[in-house]
């Protein structure tokens, strides 16, 4: 039996977003489709084969070392997404506000996935859950100018719900309204 | 916090191995050390940025399908290949004999490391874990050959222990007798 698994679990895209340019804003403009390729979305700061490293895996790399880049994408489950929202007092929250590419309704505990679990879309594209993506506070100034005083309450709500990186394993297209198939690493625990 | 955490269990590389070509062997030569680049070891049949998808992965893709390679390496524990030629018979197995690229001491529960864990050696190049390697028949003709039907006992022997499939994250270079730190994904298990 191969290790890598589908499961039964379907979610759903409801969401499609891209950044064109982190240093001008986080927030990612939405779209109906985009083409995946081995360095993500096209146009997408935070595209690429490799990154420059940054702080996240300062544990790792000192700043700004070359490394491949699992972080091409940032996938949120809408109804982590809504609970967040509730939590930072407000009705819903716009995932441009947090810079996602793409948003997935229908998957369970998204955020916690197994890393290395595989999502893929009708056309065989495949995306590579890295691990869980950690809050920062960066969505907190776009969050308050839409929703004063909420973007301040974002890091704390959102901490085990800010759902995952991912990169290209395959590539195709994922458009809003396609169904994203989980399959997962079908091993036990590390039992150190 | 980042998800991504370095532990306190380093392990040592012990043997390094490259196959050149897996048409004509699937047994790998071993070397004092390696360039580790983003296709892999250079001059190894199982390198490349893509590769063409195999039986492993046919619950995934038909197979020859380019998808991105994250079987670069194979990686292999000296404890867990100690535990397999015992349950074979032998005294030892030559890591060469089942195509390893790399086997690792004092790793525990090696083949089971969470998946996303890294491998960082000590001029910063780093491994990615894609997940537990499944034992295959393949192995079983080389290990006959220099061990008269111990190959035999091989796949049933390897079960849980036939290491990890790995990928290059940072470019650099590994040494027999390397320090090899792990990272691991700080993060509970997935529950649905």
Redesign the interface.
């Known amino acids: 039996?191969?290790?890598?698994?589908?499961t039964e679990?379907t979610g759903e895209v409801v969401w499609i977003g891209h950044v064109p340019d982190r240093d001008a804003s986080l927030q990612s403009q939405s779209a109906t489709e985009a083409p995946l390729t081995?360095a993500g979305i096209p146009g997408e700061a935070h595209g690429g084969?490799?990154r420059r490293s940054c702080?996240?895996?300062?544990?790792?790399?000192?700043r700004e070392?070359?490394?491949?880049n699992?972080r091409q994408l940032s996938i949120v489950s809408a109804e982590e997404l809504a609970e967040i929202a509730a939590d930072c007092g407000v009705d819903a929250l716009n995932p441009s506000l947090v810079g996602a590419s793409m948003v997935v309704m229908g998957i369970?505990?998204f955020t916690?996935?197994?890393?290395?679990s595989?999502l893929?879309l009708p056309d065989?594209a495949?995306l590579?859950?890295?691990?869980?993506?950690?809050p920062c506070h960066l969505p907190a100034k776009p969050i308050n100018a839409e929703h004063p005083g909420a973007g301040d309450r974002f890091k704390l709500a959102a901490r085990g719900k800010r759902g995952v990186t991912a990169?290209?394993?395959?590539?195709g297209l994922v458009r809003v309204g396609d169904p994203v198939r989980l399959?997962?690493?079908d091993?036990?625990?590390?039992?150190?």
Not at 128 to 134: A, G, L
Not at 167 to 171: A, F, I, L, S
């Open positions: 039996m191969p290790a890598l698994k589908p679990i081995y084969l490799t702080s996240r895996v300062v544990s790792q790399h000192p070392t070359e490394i491949r699992v369970p505990d916690h996935l197994p890393p290395s595989r893929q065989g495949t590579v859950i890295d691990m869980e993506n950690r990169w290209v394993e395959r590539e399959h997962i690493p091993q036990r625990a590390w039992a150190p």
